[in-house]
């Protein structure tokens, strides 16, 4: 689905509708008829999603793309609303109706003191609502007015709702007067009061007698006339000005309701029982609950659940026939609120909102379940763009990043759906702003910055950029780095509530905090040693006071009172913290230097585990890993950097468990050697002080500690082993007990660059997640995990990742727990290791045999594994495994043909050669050769791919592999061969089982001619050697053996065709018409005969496919178009579909 919108008329015939589908727009029916608005007509089984539909409806009432995500579709019961990713049609004769309405709504839009979106500073916040949505948002509120949807008698008595009503009446009539630039007086003629008033009250009205009737309409026209001589005396009150009075008498009619919408579920930690709950959520309160027997619950029985900012998670699951489970986590305050519900649409109903209101609040990007979330939301995740943020935002991420030529912020446009502004900054640091075009063009959205150009038009917005990071179209830099939206950016797409302003600046500078009580050295008793270190001793004691013992303390002593300053910043930082997960300190004594801390009965956490290493299970061990998270992401909101996190600084304070993380000491600053492997490489490299970023890369090893159970890392390497591997970038290895899930997000916190690393949140939901901690066995099909196949990992001496994880990260918590052999959680072996360009040269007492891989006609390939310093630890990162692919000179077709082997020699080496210069993430990488003295021929050295081939790979795991998995593999090919074809190589043997698997969703081209492999029925002979007859092109069959690149592509196209039939052998002879199994594929082909469309292969994929069987070669496409044509397909209108 591209983000441009979709194209539609409006409907003529409101009364005597035709089928079809129908997006109602405010005003619908109003007296008002300049006002009215026809509804957004689509025929009958034409699909579109709500999103696209919404931006129609939008741009149709001029609503601008910064305000659109406050709105939504509702069905005509004004309580169901559709996701955003939803898709909705009309059946044939069937007629659907949905309102287009604002839904997201804040308290006190219209009070001095109001909700303001973010501004660049707070001097330069803007309103919610600009003048079009509130125009739209008062349309809206009027027609629930007078069609009787507000219940103004409900709560009220009979007088003060006539009041309120009347005051309502007054400020329409005031306003059509001020549209119309129209007397009052003429427009009374036009509209009596009760014209302006809903039925309920009108009812009540035809109740009274005359005198009554006269009394409240003389009453009207006294309120009128007195608002009307205001008018005049202030001149520049407008229309706009008399609906915002509207709205805001609108919230005192609707009261305490104000902004909510409730939905009824029941309790589901409840055995056996349905206990009845309700469910409130609202912008301004977050989300309420309470357990009403029967009926409306009194205003006393709602207890608040949480806010936005503390909502962690939430899952989803459809536990049996039509009832759906509801989990939401919170970051504190207690535990979890499960809910169950009988139906579907208020479960989405309840999501949408919950996903809506915190991505105005908290995270213009995020989403909590995937199956709901904005189609536009995971394209501008895909393409690392931000949504309608405003160019002063842009710049001033420019401005952060250090203004460097070729820095740019991709941005959708803030007034043209579909549309995108691309900043960038030049030579000098001056900050220019780009509009890319979408339009519609040959049957798809195609994007441009050069409209006027055919030639500049490109198929995705990934195309272009990528497009003007290869060629500089004449500007004097390339685009070569992207600023993508951080998590929790503030701009001009958040809201900030009133609440949510920070404080007035105080006077003079905060001091820090006192200690709670200062405390005498002889006032302290000292017990037990519990830690001797190189700096401090820690003993167990108690406090004097009164002559009288208290509670068990821990005691901290300096010992080398040259680190006095560093011992007090560390008691300065745990003085200002407030978390019941961290050490609470009792008092601090000045001479000699003591820290009295808050006493954790059972140690730190890292001797806690070595020593009941047997007795604690896999739920303790993500407990903990949960809570630290947790104390971790509170300090970051803080904005403090602990700067001491490890496992021996976590104490233990209750064996359920319940930890508490200990004041920073002094180790960081002293001991920088030794707690390497804990120390961000900025604190290392550029000397820079602990942060909240720097936190997480400790918090990553600390993580690893605990589920190695308190394992010091590396500690049986040298310590300028462990000084090698630091520089170099690797990473620790999975520990045996710790999920794959858990893992995968573990290695996120020891990226390089500090804006990489994951937020403590996405640690959170994938702890929380069920697949983690339920290991009863795999999950279905549909919920395996994100698509990763654009992930990189960092090469710390070369440059960092460059990644937006949105789906994944933004949706980790959907990854499964699946068997360890199971490629689809596993962490891509290869892709995380650094560049393979090492060309060494082994001798074969470097490698150690592990056990063959496959043999060949000419070849065979054994697993080695190569171990640089003779050990084989099992947490050293540098004991590698390496395929070696071996040349076998065989006897039978060598004797028969000896001028073949000098020649055969002559071709692997060569190609040897050339292999050795390509670097590219979907081709094979070469380490180096080994020879031993005895063989003709060198082995390759080649990096290992433990999931082999991808003809192998298709058919194990076919139940696993969804359409758009199958898009991405033919992507990702497409890739490999654009890099070679651009280094003028042609492959010759592309073919499925030459495509090698590195994790589910990374595949990597293999065996460019090297190693000729012969399996029965696939080859054939001829003067030139030995051929894969049906991957081969036309041209490689016939007698002139001519290969060129449009033979690859047609290669290619039987790949691909491998592919989306899931491991298929490809064979011409069974594609009927009565062929004979024995006539040539070269004659078949003659004819016009092609493999067949797979089976729910969809039309517009195969089409792609069978161009690149076109029977003249230069009619075949270019790998540079395949590459663009599956980008779109697989990210964007094919992302998700599933074979059933």
């Known amino acids: 689905m591209a983000m441009g919108i979709t194209n539609s008329r409006p409907s003529r015939h409101r009364h005597q509708r035709m089928p079809g589908l129908y997006v109602e727009l405010y005003p619908k029916d109003s007296k008002e008829q300049r006002l009215n608005r026809q509804p957004l007509y689509y025929a009958c089984e034409e699909e579109h999603t709500v999103e696209d539909l919404c931006f129609k409806a939008a741009d149709t009432c001029d609503i601008t793309p910064p305000y659109v995500s406050m709105f939504g579709l509702v069905k005509e019961d004004l309580a169901t609303w559709l996701s955003p990713s939803a898709k909705v049609s009309a059946k044939t004769g069937e007629k659907v109706v949905l309102i287009f309405r604002l839904r997201f709504r804040f308290a006190s839009l219209f009070e001095h003191r109001r909700p303001t979106r973010h501004g660049i500073d707070h001097h330069q916040n803007s309103t919610v609502l600009d003048e079009n949505a509130m125009s739209y948002y008062f349309l809206q509120a009027r027609e629930d007015f007078l069609s009787g949807r507000i219940r103004i008698l409900g709560n009220n008595n009979k007088e003060k709702a006539i009041e309120q009503s009347l005051g309502l009446a007054v400020l329409d009539m005031l306003r059509i007067s001020l549209e119309q630039n129209v007397p009052v007086d003429q427009i009374k003629k036009q509209y009596g009061y009760k014209d302006l008033l809903p039925p309920e009250v009108k009812d009540l009205l035809t109740r009274y007698n005359p005198f009554n009737r006269n009394r409240i309409k003389s009453k009207f026209n006294g309120f009128l006339q007195e608002w009307a001589e205001k008018e005049v005396e202030n001149a520049n009150?407008?229309?706009?000005?008399?609906?915002?009075?509207?709205?805001?008498?609108?919230?005192?009619?609707?009261?305490?309701?104000?902004?909510?919408?409730?939905?009824?579920?029941?309790?589901?930690?409840?055995?056996?029982?349905?206990?009845?709950?309700?469910?409130?959520?609202?912008?301004?309160?977050?989300?309420?609950?309470?357990?009403?027997?029967?009926?409306?619950?009194?205003?006393?029985?709602?207890?608040?659940?949480?806010?936005?900012?503390?909502?962690?998670?939430?899952?989803?699951?459809?536990?049996?026939?039509?009832?759906?489970?509801?989990?939401?986590?919170?970051?504190?305050?207690?535990?979890?609120?499960?809910?169950?519900?009988?139906?579907?649409?208020?479960?989405?109903?309840?999501?949408?909102?919950?996903?809506?209101?915190?991505?105005?609040?908290?995270?213009?990007?995020?989403?909590?379940?995937?199956?709901?979330?904005?189609?536009?939301?995971?394209?501008?995740?895909?393409?690392?763009?931000?949504?309608?943020?405003?160019r002063p935002f842009a710049e001033q991420k420019i401005e952060k990043h250090g203004s460097k030529p070729g820095t740019y912020v991709l941005r959708a446009h803030t007034e043209i759906y579909g549309n995108f502004f691309l900043n960038v900054c030049f030579p000098g640091g001056e900050i220019k702003n780009f509009q890319v075009v979408c339009q519609q063009r040959e049957g798809k959205m195609q994007y441009s910055m050069e409209p006027n150009k055919p030639e500049e038009w490109f198929n995705s917005m990934k195309e272009l950029v990528s497009n003007y990071g290869r060629n500089s179209v004449g500007l004097p830099f390339r685009f070569d780095r992207c600023l993508p939206p951080k998590r929790d950016e503030k701009t001009n797409l958040t809201i900030r509530r009133v609440e949510d302003a920070p404080p007035p600046p105080s006077?003079?500078?905060?001091?820090?905090?006192?200690?709670?009580?200062?405390?005498?050295?002889?006032?302290?008793?000292?017990?037990?040693?519990?830690?001797?270190?190189?700096?401090?001793?820690?003993?167990?004691?108690?406090?004097?006071?009164?002559?009288?013992?208290?509670?068990?303390?821990a005691i901290k002593r300096l010992k080398d009172e040259n680190w006095f300053k560093v011992f007090h910043q560390s008691a300065s930082k745990l003085q200002q913290w407030d978390d019941k997960h961290i050490i609470r300190m009792k008092g601090l004594c000045v001479d000699p230097p003591i820290m009295v801390l808050e006493y954790a009965r059972f140690g730190s956490l890292g001797d806690y585990l070595r020593t009941h290493k047997i007795s604690v299970e896999l739920p303790w061990l993500l407990t903990a890993a949960h809570q630290l998270a947790s104390v971790m992401l509170y300090l970051e909101s803080k904005g403090f950097g602990h700067g001491g996190l490890c496992a021996q600084n976590v104490l233990v304070a209750n064996e359920t468990p319940f930890i508490k993380l200990g004041d920073p000491g002094i180790s960081f600053s002293a001991e920088k050697k030794k707690r390497?492997?804990?120390?961000?490489?900025?604190?290392?490299?550029?000397?820079?002080?602990?942060?909240?970023?720097?936190?997480?890369?400790?918090?990553?090893?600390?993580?690893?500690?605990?589920?190695?159970?308190?394992?010091?890392?590396?500690?049986?390497?040298?310590?300028?082993?462990?000084?090698?591997?630091?520089?170099?970038?690797?990473?620790?290895?999975?520990?045996?007990?710790?999920?794959?899930?858990?893992?995968?997000?573990?290695?996120?916190?020891?990226?390089?660059?500090?804006?990489?690393?994951?937020?403590?949140?996405?640690?959170?939901?994938?702890?929380?997640?069920?697949?983690?901690?339920?290991?009863?066995?795999?999950?279905?099909?549909?919920?395996?995990?994100?698509?990763?196949?654009?992930?990189t990992w960092p090469i710390w001496p070369n440059g960092n990742i460059d990644l937006f994880p949105d789906d994944d990260e933004r949706d980790d918590r959907r990854t499964p727990q699946i068997a360890p052999d199971n490629p689809f959680v596993l962490p891509p072996p290869t892709q995380m290791d650094p560049p393979l360009h090492t060309d060494q040269k082994f001798s074969p007492a470097d490698l150690k045999?592990?056990?063959?891989?496959?043999?060949?006609?000419?070849?065979?390939?054994?697993?080695?594994?190569?171990?640089?310093?003779?050990?084989?630890?099992?947490?050293?990162?540098?004991?590698?495994?390496?395929?070696?692919?071996?040349?076998?000179?065989?006897?039978?077709?060598?004797?028969?043909?000896?001028?073949?082997?000098?020649?055969?020699?002559?071709?692997?080496?060569?190609?040897?050669?050339?292999?050795?210069?390509?670097?590219?993430?979907?081709?094979?990488?070469?380490?180096?050769?080994?020879?031993?003295?005895?063989?003709?021929?060198?082995?390759?050295?080649?990096?290992?791919?433990?999931?082999?081939?991808?003809?192998?790979?298709?058919?194990?795991?076919?139940?696993?592999?969804?359409?758009?998995?199958?898009?991405?593999?033919?992507?990702?090919?497409?890739?490999g061969m654009e890099y070679l074809h651009g280094k003028h190589v042609l492959h010759r043997d592309l073919a499925a089982r030459n495509i090698l698997v590195a994790h589910a969703d990374i595949v990597k081209i293999s065996d460019f001619g090297l190693s000729r492999e012969l399996s029965e029925g696939t080859y054939y002979s001829s003067q030139k050697g030995i051929f894969p007859i049906n991957w081969y092109a036309p041209e490689a069959l016939d007698k002139v053996n001519k290969y060129q690149k449009a033979s690859d592509v047609w290669s290619y196209g039987v790949t691909v065709w491998e592919i989306l039939s899931l491991g298929k052998k490809p064979e011409y002879c069974k594609n009927?018409?009565?062929?004979?199994?024995?006539?040539?594929?070269?004659?078949?082909?003659?004819?016009?005969?092609?493999?067949?469309?797979?089976?729910?292969?969809?039309?517009?994929?195969?089409?792609?496919?069978?161009?690149?069987?076109?029977?003249?070669?230069?009619?075949?496409?270019s790998f540079p178009l395949l590459v663009a044509q599956f980008d779109e397909l697989s990210k964007v209108k094919y992302a998700g579909v599933l074979y059933n």
């Open 1072 to 1117: 009927g018409g009565g062929n004979s199994d024995d006539e040539p594929v070269y004659d078949r082909l003659q004819r016009g005969e092609r493999l067949v469309q797979p089976e729910q292969c969809p039309d517009e994929v195969y089409t792609v496919v069978k161009k690149c069987w076109m029977w003249e070669p230069q009619n075949r496409p």
């Open 507 to 553: 006077p003079r500078p905060l001091q820090p905090t006192m200690p709670r009580q200062l405390i005498q050295e002889n006032n302290l008793i000292q017990e037990d040693n519990l830690y001797s270190g190189k700096f401090t001793t820690v003993h167990k004691g108690r406090i004097k006071q009164d002559g009288m013992s208290q509670p068990v303390v």
């Open 676 to 791: 390497l492997l804990w120390l961000a490489p900025e604190l290392v490299f550029d000397h820079k002080d602990p942060s909240p970023s720097s936190d997480k890369f400790s918090y990553g090893t600390t993580l690893w500690e605990i589920f190695n159970y308190g394992a010091e890392p590396l500690s049986v390497l040298a310590s300028e082993t462990v000084q090698q591997l630091y520089t170099e970038g690797s990473m620790l290895k999975c520990p045996d007990n710790c999920p794959d899930s858990v893992y995968w997000k573990m290695r996120w916190f020891w990226q390089k660059d500090p804006l990489q690393r994951p937020e403590y949140r996405a640690m959170l939901r994938t702890l929380n997640h069920p697949d983690v901690t339920d290991q009863s066995g795999p999950p279905a099909v549909e919920k395996l995990g994100p698509n990763t196949s654009d992930d």
């Open 237 to 390: 009150r407008t229309a706009l000005f008399m609906k915002e009075k509207y709205l805001k008498h609108m919230e005192q009619v609707e009261g305490r309701d104000y902004g909510w919408e409730t939905f009824e579920g029941y309790d589901g930690r409840s055995k056996g029982t349905s206990v009845r709950e309700l469910i409130r959520v609202s912008g301004d309160k977050g989300i309420c609950w309470c357990n009403p027997p029967e009926g409306d619950p009194l205003p006393g029985m709602w207890q608040n659940f949480c806010d936005f900012q503390n909502l962690n998670d939430v899952s989803v699951q459809e536990i049996k026939g039509n009832l759906w489970e509801v989990i939401l986590n919170r970051l504190q305050g207690g535990g979890p609120k499960v809910l169950h519900f009988k139906d579907c649409d208020a479960v989405v109903s309840l999501l949408t909102l919950i996903d809506g209101y915190h991505r105005l609040l908290v995270d213009s990007y995020h989403y909590f379940w995937k199956d709901i979330a904005p189609p536009s939301i995971l394209i501008l995740a895909d393409i690392k763009a931000h949504g309608s943020i405003m």
């Open 849 to 975: 045999f592990q056990k063959e891989l496959g043999s060949g006609y000419f070849g065979r390939v054994d697993l080695y594994s190569y171990d640089p310093y003779g050990r084989e630890c099992k947490y050293d990162p540098l004991v590698k495994l390496y395929a070696v692919k071996s040349v076998k000179r065989n006897a039978v077709y060598f004797d028969k043909n000896p001028a073949k082997l000098e020649e055969y020699r002559k071709d692997f080496l060569d190609e040897l050669k050339l292999l050795k210069t390509l670097s590219h993430p979907n081709i094979i990488q070469v380490i180096g050769t080994m020879q031993d003295t005895d063989e003709e021929f060198p082995a390759l050295v080649l990096e290992y791919m433990e999931y082999g081939s991808l003809e192998i790979f298709l058919r194990k795991w076919r139940a696993n592999i969804q359409l758009d998995r199958q898009l991405r593999y033919a992507l990702q090919v497409a890739q």
